[in-house]
């Protein structure tokens, strides 16, 4: 049985699975009746960070147009342009073993792709979540559906993977910002070209 959160909750991963290496994160959503005038293209993200919050290079931010963490140990299984159908819109996969020492948490967030000028935000986003599971064994570990009202946001942190100790644990975050995916980068301090 998976751990439902709340926003909020931290949860360890790695205690009750010893031996726990290979994980999928899985997000998804459905989009609101609205009429904007656009389809709806939602963006799921990895930001790789330090001890300070932020990301020490651009290629500590894996998206559609960085789909492999140097180091293999984040990838971003590609972008999903419609978010129709039921189950995972996107999926991150995560290979703790291979996380540098220098990175101590793992930041999943989802933007709306040119959220301005389709005149679109999370306010017209439904039944939005985060799931871990267990690659090798296919069993889900957490899920945290963020049952929020955002309004105005366009970019969302869903949750954060972190190392405590030799621990890995999950933190719901559910935290919406303004500005979309460059206010996420100028969060997390990544370069945007």
């Known amino acids: 049985m998976p751990v439902n959160l709340q926003k909020g909750q931290k949860v360890s991963l790695t205690k009750g699975n010893p031996g726990l290496s290979k994980v999928v994160v899985g997000l998804g959503w459905d989009v609101n009746q609205f009429d904007t005038g656009g389809a709806f293209d939602l963006d799921a993200a990895a930001f790789l960070l ?38 995972d819109d996107e999926q991150i996969k995560v290979d703790l073993s291979k996380v540098p020492a220098d990175i101590t948490k793992i930041a999943f967030t989802v933007t ?34 963020l049952g929020e009202d955002f309004s105005i946001e366009t970019a ?37 070209g």
């Open 50 to 87: 330090g001890d300070n919050g932020k990301a020490s290079m651009s290629e500590d931010f894996v998206f559609y147009g960085n789909l492999m963490h140097p180091t293999g140990c984040v990838q971003h299984l590609g972008d999903n342009l419609t978010g129709a159908g039921d189950g």
């Open 112 to 145: 709306i792709y040119e959220a301005e000028q389709r005149r679109q935000n999370f306010g017209q986003v439904s039944n939005a979540f985060i799931r871990i599971y267990n690659e090798e064994n296919g069993e889900e570990l957490v899920r945290y559906d």
């Open 156 to 192: 969302v942190v869903f949750g954060e993977l972190y190392k405590n100790g030799n621990e890995w644990k999950f933190n719901a975050i559910g935290c919406g910002y303004q500005g979309g995916l460059a206010a996420l980068c100028a969060n997390y301090g990544v370069e945007v």
